[in-house]
């Protein structure tokens, strides 16, 4: 019964915010925003989804720094420093696999020169 009641709730509140062309954001930084932050922020975000914003501010110590931010139930990428290196981690590792699959050809190619006879080789 509880749950069926949460479950209206959050469909009203969705209806509202939809008839209301509101959109909620939920902000997740290392450090509490300031008030002229928190509201530079809600600006741009307004700007961004033409609607107006909720803005729901989160501290979490894994952030390493920069923000995370989740509007409308899409989280917009790449904002924070721990998404960042974790990018490049990403992209370094691809580029490592790549590097091994050249040296690998040319080893490949190395040998099937060497194998084959040269043209004054051959009578």
């Given at each position: 019964m509880l749950r069926e009641y949460r479950?209206?709730?959050?469909q009203f509140k969705a209806r509202y915010n939809e008839d209301h062309n509101i959109a909620e954001a939920v902000v997740t930084t290392a450090v509490a925003l300031t008030e002229a932050?928190?509201?530079a922020l809600k600006e741009r975000l307004e700007k961004i989804s033409g609607k107006t914003v909720l803005l729901t501010q989160k501290t979490?110590?894994?952030?390493?720094?920069?923000?995370?931010?989740?509007?409308e139930g899409k989280q917009l990428d790449g904002l924070t420093v721990k998404e960042r290196l974790s990018s490049l981690k990403k992209k370094k590792t691809l580029r490592k696999s790549s590097y091994k699959g050249c040296e690998w050809n040319a080893i490949k190619t190395r040998r099937n020169i060497q194998s084959h006879p040269k043209p004054d080789q051959v009578l």
């Open positions: 479950d209206s709730c959050r932050q928190a509201q979490d110590s894994t952030v390493l720094g920069g923000i995370r931010v989740e509007l």
